[in-house]
């Protein structure tokens, strides 16, 4: 049989690797000094743009889109040229993809510090961005497909499977998620309010986890642990039964963020019950791994390369195991808000994604540059600083999480809430954030390392740009019979079609009744829009980052009830445009705070935190009480939300700064009793305004009603 001579090309492989490892310590960094802050929070250098609330979205961003984002591309376009025995479909369109995606990165890059965020969760990037995501993914999923297309390799191997159902799904999440009414450049409101608009970023956020860090490494893990071990997958069977299971189960999982959460009981149950069936196909895959290296693993003593992705594999187990357990109610409420949440999400980053990464990297460098590893001891040191940092990192969090929650909980033999400051959980568990942060330093530590050993490997060798291979012609011919999915890997663009419908099933089912059947949010007449004033203060309160920190939702249990009033409602929120639910408890929940507290109280926490609150974590805002509120943005904003479904009337616009600037008044008026002088258009002014609104919208037990006179004028 003739065959065909091509080459493979892998300068575009050299180019994601090299960004993958810059943007990795970028973002491991930023990481690292958000860390810092949360025990020391003048680690901000007194910076508007380096603020926890601003640099945890630009960490999250770095790590997820950046660093596992490259190393997912480099990984991919080595591998699948060499699956299917062809150079990509279109260098020009691989070319376009890379700087594309790079431009995206500096954009968020950018934005976020400069507080341009839509706040919600791995997607907090703004409209502009999000289009340009859009297309970049449409450009790599064009070459993907087209190359597919053009294979000379009849069978899809598995890892093109999971390359496929990454492509499918993250377009799909990315697009429905970002739905969004543009306010200008840099702004926008979520077209989904409250409970729906929760019910789709956690469907997103959690299979942003499951279809941009679990599905392409699964595929990267079925070509380059093999490689590594130089053994065939272990089995076949398993593979198929791992794909087609794990795509169509994850898609339903995300509503276990929500547990105990205003959204509707039905949802929070289909999430639990598609959850705990997911530890049959996560654990399938991981001991198709595992059993992979069966006859290599006396080569796992020596080799690093071996050493990262058993351990990068087992992590993918714990991982997987922790999820399904995480989502039963019971644990559910013991780890929610809680730092335990974190230790797991940081399992699977840095223990799978990471260390998959660098032991892909480990393996590929050098062959790309047809030499060796410059140093195996170095790559050996690497690993084990980096397994100590994530334990380390871990451990702590853990040790936190439990502590933090048994705090919550605890009552006196009288009935009485045992802590019922909130700072004291904080305050119990700063030592744990600094060894934290000890592990942190230690895996970039690693990190470092591993860029030394890179470079000195690819400055021993040359690269081979444009690597020569051989192969012969697909047969045109059909094959008739075999096992019935070999048929089906012949087959691409029915594969991709049904991987696409196997993924939008749950979404669907989960979708479709929350947003049409009306009863699934209960109206509440007092519940009414936000007034200008409140309008600025909540873009302020979100462009601050305060919801990294501060939760928006009390839950049914007896110590939040005691601690912050009477628990959420489904109707309150109706007008939430994006909702701000939180994840995570640093400090306590916001959501009944409204009239808890006078004006003056806000005032002086925002500018000392420690002066209301000795031992406070949180940083100070002085430049609250400098910048002004844009008025000119006002009209804008009332006009995009009324596109989103607020009922605001015809022409309110029109009046809104009257309003805005009437209920500014009143509050200046009443710091001024207090001896406070400010001027009514500090963007301090609005941030009170919004606090004081919080949760008054409904009776609520235990609150005094006082200063509601000052911030319910104005359009309530």
Same mark, same amino acid.
């Given at each position: 049989?003739?065959?065909?001579?091509?080459?493979?090309?892998?300068?575009?492989?050299?180019?994601?690797?090299?960004?993958?490892?810059?943007?990795?310590?970028?973002?491991?960094?930023?990481?690292?000094?958000?860390?810092?802050?949360?025990?020391?929070?003048?680690?901000?250098?007194?910076?508007?743009?380096?603020?926890?609330?601003?640099?945890?979205?630009?960490?999250?961003?770095?790590?997820?889109?950046?660093?596992?984002?490259?190393?997912?591309?480099?990984?991919?376009?080595?591998?699948?040229?060499?699956?299917?025995?062809?150079?990509?479909?279109?260098?020009?369109?691989?070319?376009?993809?890379?700087?594309?995606?790079?431009?995206?990165?500096?954009?968020?890059?950018?934005?976020?510090?400069?507080?341009?965020?839509?706040?919600?969760?791995?997607?907090?990037?703004?409209?502009?961005?999000?289009?340009?995501?859009?297309?970049?993914?449409?450009?790599?999923?064009?070459?993907?497909?087209?190359?597919?297309?053009?294979?000379?390799?009849?069978?899809?191997?598995?890892?093109?499977?999971?390359?496929?159902?990454?492509?499918?799904?993250?377009?799909?999440?990315?697009?429905?998620?970002?739905?969004?009414?543009?306010?200008?450049?840099?702004?926008?409101?979520?077209?989904?309010?409250?409970?729906?608009?929760?019910?789709?970023?956690?469907?997103?956020?959690?299979?942003?986890?499951?279809?941009?860090?679990?599905?392409?490494?699964?595929?990267?893990?079925?070509?380059?642990?093999?490689?590594?071990?130089?053994?065939?997958?272990?089995?076949?069977?398993?593979?198929?039964?791992?794909?087609?299971?794990?795509?169509?189960?994850?898609?339903?999982?995300?509503?276990?963020?929500?547990?105990?959460?205003?959204?509707? #009981?039905?949802?929070?149950?289909?999430?639990?019950?598609?959850?705990?069936?997911?530890?049959?196909?996560?654990?399938?895959?991981?001991? #198709?791994?595992?059993?992979?290296?069966?006859?290599?693993?006396?080569?796992?003593?020596?080799?690093?390369?071996?050493?990262?992705?058993?351990?990068?594999?087992?992590?993918?187990?714990?991982?997987?195991?922790?999820?399904?357990?995480?989502?039963?109610? #019971?644990?559910?409420?013991?780890?929610?808000?809680?730092?335990?949440?974190?230790?797991?999400?940081?399992?699977?980053?840095?223990?799978?994604?990471?260390?998959?990464?660098?032991?892909?990297?480990?393996?590929?460098?050098?062959?790309?540059?047809?030499?060796?590893?410059?140093?195996?001891?170095?790559?050996?040191?690497?690993?084990?600083?980096?397994? /100590?940092?994530?334990?380390?990192?871990?451990?702590?969090?853990?040790?936190?999480?439990?502590?933090?929650?048994?705090?919550?909980?605890?009552?006196?033999?009288?009935?009485?809430?045992?802590?019922?400051?909130?700072?004291?959980?904080?305050?119990?568990?700063?030592?744990?954030?600094?060894?934290?942060?000890?592990?942190?330093?230690?895996?970039?530590?690693?990190?470092?390392?591993?860029?030394?050993?890179?470079?000195?490997?690819?400055?021993?060798?040359?690269?081979?740009?444009?690597?020569?291979?051989?192969?012969?012609?697909?047969?045109?011919?059909?094959?008739?019979?075999?096992?019935?999915?070999?048929?089906?890997?012949?087959?691409?663009?029915?594969?991709?079609?049904?991987?696409?419908?196997?993924?939008?099933?749950?979404?669907?089912?989960?979708?479709?009744?929350?947003?049409?059947?009306?009863?699934?949010?209960?109206?509440?007449?007092?519940?009414?829009?936000?007034?200008? /004033?409140?309008?600025?203060?909540?873009?302020?309160?979100?462009?601050?980052?305060?919801?990294?920190?501060?939760?928006?939702?009390?839950?049914?249990?007896?110590?939040?009830?005691?601690?912050?009033?009477?628990?959420?409602?489904?109707?309150?929120?109706?007008?939430?445009?994006?909702?701000?639910?939180?994840?995570?408890?640093?400090?306590?929940?916001?959501?009944?705070?409204?009239?808890?507290?006078?004006?003056?109280?806000?005032?002086?926490?925002?500018?000392?935190?420690?002066?209301?609150?000795?031992?406070?974590?949180?940083?100070?805002?002085?430049?609250?009480?400098?910048?002004?509120?844009?008025?000119?943005?006002?009209?804008?904003?009332?006009?995009?939300?009324?596109?989103?479904?607020?009922?605001?009337?015809?022409?309110?616009?029109?009046?809104?700064?009257?309003?805005?600037?009437?209920?500014?008044?009143?509050?200046?008026?009443?710091?001024?009793?207090?001896?406070?002088?400010?001027?009514?258009?500090?963007?301090?002014?609005?941030?009170?305004?919004?606090?004081?609104?919080?949760?008054?919208?409904?009776?609520?037990?235990?609150?005094?009603?006082?200063?509601?006179?000052?911030?319910?004028?104005?359009?309530?």
């Amino acid at each position: 049989m003739e065959l065909e001579k091509f080459s493979y090309d892998n300068k575009i492989v050299k180019y994601f690797a090299i960004a993958t490892v810059v943007f990795g310590i970028v973002g491991m960094l930023v990481g690292l000094t958000a860390a810092i802050q949360l025990f020391y929070p003048v680690f901000n250098f007194d910076l508007q743009y380096t603020t926890f609330g601003r640099i945890r979205p630009l960490h999250t961003n770095a790590v997820i889109f950046a660093f596992v984002g490259n190393a997912m591309f480099a990984g991919v376009y080595y591998s699948m040229q060499r699956l299917l025995k062809t150079r990509m479909f279109s260098d020009a369109l691989s070319w376009i993809h890379f700087w594309g995606w790079q431009l995206i990165i500096v954009a968020a890059a950018i934005t976020l510090p400069l507080g341009f965020t839509s706040s919600k969760e791995y997607a907090e990037l703004e409209w502009p961005i999000d289009i340009a995501i859009a297309l970049i993914w449409v450009v790599f999923g064009i070459n993907m497909i087209g190359t597919i297309l053009k294979r000379r390799e009849r069978h899809m191997y598995v890892a093109i499977w999971f390359y496929i159902a990454t492509f499918v799904t993250v377009a799909v999440l990315h697009i429905f998620n970002s739905f969004a009414w543009p306010v200008s450049l840099f702004k926008s409101y979520s077209a989904f309010a409250g409970v729906q608009d929760a019910l789709v970023q956690w469907w997103y956020g959690h299979n942003a986890v499951a279809f941009f860090l679990t599905t392409p490494f699964l595929g990267l893990m079925y070509y380059y642990l093999p490689k590594a071990a130089n053994r065939p997958v272990y089995s076949y069977k398993l593979s198929i039964i791992h794909f087609w299971s794990l795509i169509f189960i994850y898609i339903w999982a995300g509503p276990h963020h929500l547990l105990y959460t205003s959204l509707p #009981n039905w949802a929070q149950s289909l999430g639990v019950v598609f959850s705990i069936m997911l530890l049959a196909p996560s654990w399938g895959g991981m001991l #198709n791994g595992l059993l992979t290296l069966r006859g290599a693993w006396d080569r796992v003593r020596e080799d690093a390369v071996l050493k990262f992705m058993v351990v990068a594999v087992t992590a993918y187990g714990m991982s997987t195991f922790e999820g399904p357990m995480l989502s039963l109610k #019971n644990v559910n409420a013991i780890a929610h808000f809680t730092d335990w949440i974190i230790a797991h999400v940081h399992i699977g980053g840095l223990g799978w994604n990471g260390f998959l990464t660098f032991g892909m990297l480990y393996w590929m460098i050098p062959r790309i540059y047809g030499t060796k590893l410059f140093s195996a001891k170095l790559a050996n040191f690497h690993f084990w600083i980096g397994t /100590l940092g994530i334990i380390f990192y871990a451990l702590p969090l853990y040790w936190a999480g439990i502590t933090q929650s048994l705090m919550w909980k605890q009552f006196t033999e009288d009935g009485f809430l045992q802590y019922p400051n909130f700072l004291e959980t904080v305050t119990q568990i700063v030592p744990m954030y600094m060894l934290r942060a000890v592990g942190g330093l230690l895996y970039i530590i690693g990190v470092l390392v591993m860029a030394y050993n890179l470079v000195k490997t690819a400055y021993a060798g040359k690269l081979i740009a444009n690597e020569p291979a051989e192969a012969p012609a697909l047969e045109k011919r059909e094959i008739v019979g075999g096992h019935w999915h070999a048929v089906l890997e012949r087959k691409p663009i029915i594969f991709t079609s049904l991987a696409l419908v196997a993924i939008l099933i749950g979404g669907v089912i989960e979708f479709v009744p929350a947003f049409l059947i009306k009863s699934n949010v209960p109206t509440i007449t007092n519940v009414k829009p936000y007034t200008p /004033l409140e309008l600025h203060g909540r873009d302020i309160y979100i462009r601050e980052g305060c919801n990294t920190c501060h939760s928006q939702m009390v839950r049914p249990f007896r110590d939040e009830t005691e601690r912050y009033g009477e628990y959420s409602k489904a109707g309150e929120f109706v007008y939430d445009h994006p909702f701000l639910w939180g994840s995570k408890r640093t400090g306590p929940d916001l959501h009944r705070v409204g009239a808890k507290y006078p004006d003056s109280w806000h005032f002086n926490h925002m500018l000392d935190p420690t002066s209301m609150s000795p031992g406070s974590i949180m940083p100070p805002y002085p430049w609250l009480f400098e910048q002004q509120v844009d008025a000119d943005l006002t009209p804008a904003m009332i006009s995009a939300l009324r596109h989103v479904g607020v009922p605001y009337e015809e022409g309110f616009e029109d009046q809104a700064n009257a309003l805005m600037s009437k209920q500014a008044a009143l509050i200046a008026t009443n710091l001024k009793k207090d001896g406070i002088e400010i001027a009514p258009e500090a963007e301090i002014i609005a941030l009170i305004a919004y606090l004081q609104r919080l949760g008054t919208d409904i009776k609520v037990k235990g609150v005094a009603n006082q200063n509601v006179s000052s911030t319910q004028e104005g359009g309530n």
